[in-house]
C-alpha cells in the first residue's frame, strides 16, 4: 500500500504562485506514475499534470501548460507542482495520486492523497 499526503496549499492573490507537495511512503515501489489532480466545487476532477518516475515523461493539461511545472525529488520521495502566475480559475481541492501504470492526466490512479486546498482571489 501507498500513503500520500499532500501540502502547500493557501490563498493567495491572482498573479502569485504556490508550490504544492506530495510525500510518500510505504510499498512505494508499487507505483511508476504520478500526477496531480485537482476539483472544484461543483466541477469534474480534472487531471493537471503528470510525470514518470523514471523522469522520462510529463504531461500537463492545456489550461496549465507555460504556468505549472511537476517535478519530483526521488530520494525524498515528494512530487511536486509549482504553480506560477495563478488565476482565480486555478482554485480547488489539489490532489495527488500514484499507480504502477501510466494513466497520463486520467483519474484511474489506484493510490490518492486527500488533497490540499488552493484558493486564488
Known amino acids: 500500500h501507498v500513503q500520500l499526503v499532500e501540502s502547500g496549499g493557501g490563498s493567495v492573490q491572482a498573479g502569485g504562485s504556490l508550490r504544492l507537495s506530495c510525500a510518500a511512503s510505504?510499498?512505494?515501489?508499487?507505483?511508476?506514475?504520478m500526477g496531480w489532480f485537482r476539483q472544484a466545487p461543483g466541477k469534474e476532477r480534472e487531471g493537471v499534470a503528470a510525470?514518470?518516475?523514471?523522469?522520462?515523461?510529463?504531461h500537463y493539461a492545456d489550461s496549465v501548460k507555460g504556468r505549472f511545472t511537476i517535478s519530483q525529488d526521488i530520494a525524498k520521495r515528494t512530487l511536486y507542482l509549482q504553480m506560477n502566475s495563478l488565476k482565480p480559475e486555478d482554485t480547488a481541492m489539489y490532489y495527488c495520486?500514484?499507480?504502477?501504470?501510466?494513466?497520463?492526466?486520467?483519474?484511474?490512479?489506484?493510490?490518492w492523497g486527500q488533497g490540499t486546498q488552493v484558493t486564488v482571489s
Open positions: 495520486a500514484a499507480d504502477r501504470y501510466n494513466y497520463r492526466l486520467a483519474g484511474l490512479y489506484n493510490y
Open positions: 510505504g510499498h512505494t515501489y508499487n507505483y511508476n506514475f
Open positions: 510525470i514518470s518516475t523514471d523522469g522520462g515523461s510529463t
